[in-house]
């Protein structure tokens, strides 16, 4: 073989300016594996976002129903009523409001945050579902997975 042929077989045949073919295939190999180890931990991360703005609006909606007890001794059934803005979070979540079927909205109520079926935000199976309830003067705070088990940890609902 001479050494022309040989310079190439095995790399840049002279002074021709380029990348040769195992070059361009390790770099797009590393993109690859790059990209398959950010990806997850971004789509977390906007989950974990996402999560927070709706945790920021059901806080938002408690003080509310607080201020409008104070002066209408009963909650409020709707957040029009509370003059609270849920276009934050509109795109992501669905709110309710929902009180005893008994007693109407005077002793208790229940915030309730749902993953809209047409968001990404549906993807979130760990924290789905956020629940703020005031039962007896006691706010719990609640979340559901996506089989609908409460969950505890203080990931969905951080202090």
Not at 42 to 63: E, F, M, N, P
Not at 66 to 77: F, I, K, L, T, V
Not at 87 to 98: D, P
Not at 136 to 152: F, H, N, P, V, W
């Amino acid at each position: 073989m001479t050494q022309s042929s040989a310079q190439y077989l095995w790399g840049r045949r002279g002074n021709t300016p380029g990348f040769t073919l195992i070059e361009l295939a390790t770099a797009i190999l590393v993109i690859g594996i790059l990209s398959a180890i950010a990806y997850p931990n971004y789509t977390s991360s906007i989950q974990k976002s996402r999560r927070g703005d709706a945790i920021a609006v059901l806080t938002a909606i408690t003080q509310a129903q607080e201020r409008y007890r104070m002066s209408h001794a009963a909650y409020a059934g709707d957040t029009e009523t509370l003059n609270v803005d849920v276009s934050k979070i509109s795109k992501h979540y669905e709110i309710a409001i929902s009180g005893d079927a008994v007693t109407g909205m005077t002793n208790v109520f229940r915030l309730t945050a749902t993953p809209l079926s047409t968001s990404p935000q549906s993807n979130d199976l760990r924290c789905g579902q956020l629940i703020v309830s005031l039962i007896r003067g006691q706010l719990e705070y609640i979340s559901k997975d996506s089989t609908g088990a409460s969950i505890t940890t203080p990931e969905c609902w951080p202090k």
